[in-house]
């Protein structure tokens, strides 16, 4: 079990494409959701509803800067951007 | 789309509880082949209760509605269940991964290459003690070779980084280094867990935990060496300094609870009491009613009173410990961790004026339907290191 811990962070760009890595499941929770990643089995929180409708519709998007633009306000932007890069860091999300 | 204005912090949010376990432990069987002196489930004997295969799948179905994600399967011995193979797979396939707690004794090299073929299965073969002499006083003769031959058959199987369980005990803790060292020699993972005074360790516990120096040693331990896997067990030591790995709090009836063999549901593995009972996945609404009305756990998840520990400046770091380890010590659920770090436990220890004894147990008994003494040897020395 591990809160997003961020390790390399470096091969997140954000003018490739993502998606939401086939291997996690989101469990919906108060707080935003619980992502269980079945191949390294690790356990993972994302911790805004924010952040779970972004990660959850990075697919339908060109590119991350993309869908930041459509659902992040401009002042929160590099929060979000730095939660994606320890999401993919951690595998949840994946380049396409 | 609304601003997440300074959410809860994550700790707090799981102390009122989530919609599904984040920790579920479901013991399949009493059943035990072995009959280890700190058992935490006084497995032994085969409960005839136990649910049916129609009815274990039941709960399987009901875990891969609420996305439970992943059961951790014990007992007993699970792989003594006629229909073990079975309910894993059934289980992985529904999108529940397992893992599995074993002695190993069942894992020859064709049941090996079996769980080697499967996905989303993970193994932790227990041992305690890096030797058969440190081992054996605690699991069992022979049950030492038993663990390394089920390992021997995992790697040649090719499963891959299973894990060697280890419940940390006085004897065993100037064993860490080794262990270490033989978990690495299969490339497998090691993981500590906290001995409880739960089961047959209301009998064992005064006996086996470790003293107050080595609860300090394996915080240091613990400390250079994140990788180790603890299952969150050893949160009260964090009133030694920086917080360990892990969340860091009582997870019971929050994010953790216990499936027993018959289907009870508690608020977590180390208390099966009916003090701690909630319910029954084979009532109206199986367990996800249990899980999101049972009185008990709704309790649980209201602001708990630190008592006693409200003026200790560390109540913030292990949230005055384990709920179970205090319950069965006989100590006051709002008070201090029998293995306070502080010294706080030993005092409330020699204050109380009772303890309570396992009331529930599956332990193998005589003609006389007494429960049957586990032979509990005494050791007169030291243990012997290895190549000394």
Redesign the interface.
């Known amino acids: 079990?591990?809160?997003t811990d961020a390790r390399s962070a470096a091969a997140f760009a954000t003018d490739r494409a993502w998606r939401l890595n086939p291997q996690v499941?989101l469990?919906?929770?108060?707080?935003g959701a619980?992502a269980?990643h079945?191949g390294n089995?690790r356990?993972v929180?994302l911790?805004?509803?924010?952040l779970v409708?972004l990660v959850s519709s990075l697919a339908e998007y060109p590119s991350a800067d993309d869908a930041l633009v459509a659902?992040?306000?401009d002042g929160?932007r590099r929060v979000y951007e730095r939660a994606l890069a320890r999401l993919a860091a951690a595998e949840v999300i994946d380049a396409r | 789309m609304r601003a997440d204005a300074a959410p809860l912090p994550l700790k707090d949010r799981f102390s009122r509880g989530l919609d599904a376990p984040i920790c579920l432990t479901w013991e399949l069987t009493y059943a035990c082949n072995l009959a280890c002196v700190h058992c935490l489930s006084s497995s032994g004997r085969r409960d005839p209760g136990e649910l049916s295969p129609l009815e274990a799948r039941t709960v399987v179905d009901d875990l891969a509605a609420m996305q439970g994600f992943y059961v951790n399967i014990g007992g007993g011995e699970p792989m003594l269940r006629p229909d073990f193979f079975d309910l894993v797979g059934y289980a992985v396939d529904r999108g529940v991964g397992v893992k599995f707690s074993t002695n190993g004794t069942r894992i020859t090299p064709a049941r090996a290459r079996r769980l080697a073929a499967m996905e989303y299965l993970d193994v932790q073969v227990s041992i305690d003690g890096a030797t058969a002499a440190t081992n054996d006083a605690v699991r069992g003769d022979g049950s030492f070779a038993a663990a390394r031959r089920a390992m021997d058959n995992l790697a040649a199987a090719g499963f891959g980084a299973f894990k060697v369980s280890v419940v940390v005990t006085r004897h065993n803790v100037p064993e860490l280094d080794a262990l270490a060292a033989l978990a690495d020699s299969y490339g497998a993972q090691l993981r500590l867990t906290r001995l409880r005074p739960s089961g047959r360790g209301v009998d064992s516990w005064d006996e086996l935990h470790p003293t107050a120096a080595q609860q300090r040693a394996l915080y240091h331990w613990l400390s250079e060496r994140p990788g180790i896997l603890t299952g969150d067990s050893f949160f009260h030591l964090s009133a030694l300094g920086e917080p360990l790995e892990g969340l860091n709090l009582c997870g019971a009836g929050r994010v953790v609870c216990l499936i027993d063999p018959v289907g009870d549901v508690y608020a977590c593995p180390f208390v099966i009491d009916r003090q701690f009972l909630a319910g029954n996945v084979r009532d109206g609404g199986g367990f996800p009613a249990v899980w999101r009305t049972s009185a008990l756990f709704s309790s649980l998840r209201q602001p708990q009173s630190a008592g006693a520990c409200a003026s200790c400046g560390s109540f913030d770091a292990c949230r005055g410990g384990c709920m179970a380890a205090k319950f069965f010590t006989g100590l006051p659920l709002d008070g201090p961790d029998p293995e306070c770090v502080h010294g706080h436990g030993e005092a409330a220890l020699a204050a109380r004026h009772e303890r309570p004894h396992a009331a529930l147990g599956h332990s193998r008994v005589g003609r006389d339907g007494a429960a049957l003494p586990v032979p509990m040897p005494v050791r007169l020395r030291a243990p012997v290191r290895s190549g000394a």
Not at chain 1, 27 to 31: H, L, N, P
């Open positions: 079990m591990s809160v499941a469990r919906d929770e108060s707080f619980l269980y079945y089995r356990l929180f911790k805004s509803r924010t409708a659902h992040v306000r929160e």
